[in-house]
């Protein structure tokens, strides 16, 4: 089985509820096709770079799934049929990225106890030392 990334941007006027409801529905088309969702992450009602069909803002859900390109095929035909999805995309990848919500906790929790200036020291340190 392949691992996919599925970004999808649902209509602003639906409410967050029904955006979950609406991963739950793909999450099981993937299961009954013979895979798995790996992670579902709910991004939110965000701002549109350009308007969507008179839509100016949409609620961006990110899937990170395995599963065989059948049922990727189902659940992009399934987003195809339904009203409440502006766009999505689809992306095979070799595996799965951290989130950035993940990248900024551990980005956090690194920083912590040392001075501004120490870290970029170091980090100049790790450059030197590579060349």
Request: hydrophobic share 30%; charged share 35%.
């Amino acid at each position: 089985m392949a691992l996919y990334e599925h970004m999808l941007i649902a209509r602003q006027d639906i409410s967050a509820q029904q955006v979950d409801a609406l991963a739950t529905h793909l999450k099981t088309i993937v299961e009954s096709e013979g895979g798995k969702v790996e992670k579902h992450e709910y991004w939110g009602l965000r701002s549109l770079a350009y308007r969507i069909k008179k839509n100016r803002k949409g609620h961006y859900v990110l899937l990170n799934i395995n599963a065989p390109g059948t049922a990727i095929s189902e659940l992009e035909r399934q987003l195809k049929i339904n009203e409440d999805v502006l766009r999505y995309l689809t992306v095979r990848v070799e595996a799965f990225e951290q989130s950035s919500s993940s990248k900024k906790r551990e980005r956090e929790g690194g920083r912590e106890g040392k001075p501004e200036g120490e870290e970029g020291a170091e980090k100049e340190k790790e450059g030197d030392d590579n060349e």
